[in-house]
């Protein structure tokens, strides 16, 4: 078993997804923060300065936030957004890179016979010169 979980552990896939995991939560702060420390305020000034974070409603002896539930619901459309551009512009760039016509590559029959050829003009020469 425990051979097992080490080939897939060392699995090309599990690596990249790992690797994948720790970038996206990278990103994730990076989107969290411009949304929190720019957006939101730029959108409560545009609404009269409302600081969204504070918003909250008082429910006998229960606080609902909701100005931090809105903050986190913008939060993922920015970030949902900007992994769809992501993948939009790599996906652009490998449909161009695939519509590149591929250097021929020779046929591996061709170059052995290409090697005889040159091969039999060489015996041929030196037996005739």
């Not at 995991?21 to 949304?35: C, D, E, Y």
């Not at 609404?47 to 913008?74: C, N």
Request: charged share 25%; hydrophobic share 45%; aromatic share 14%.
């Amino acid at each position: 078993m425990w051979n097992e979980f080490k080939k897939f552990a060392v699995k090309g896939n599990v690596i990249d997804l790992a690797v994948g995991i720790i970038i996206g939560g990278a990103f994730g702060k990076i989107v969290s923060s411009a949304v929190n420390d720019i957006i939101m305020p730029i959108v409560g000034i545009m609404m009269g300065g409302v600081d969204f974070s504070k918003l909250s409603y008082q429910f006998y002896h229960a606080e609902i936030k909701y100005g931090l539930f809105l903050q986190t619901v913008l939060d993922f459309f920015l970030i949902a957004f900007s992994i769809f551009l992501f993948v939009h512009f790599y996906n652009r760039f490998r449909r161009k890179e695939e519509e590149k016509p591929a250097a021929a590559k020779p046929d591996p029959k061709e170059e052995l016979l290409k090697e005889i050829r040159d091969l039999l003009k060489n015996q041929s020469s030196s037996e005739g010169g």
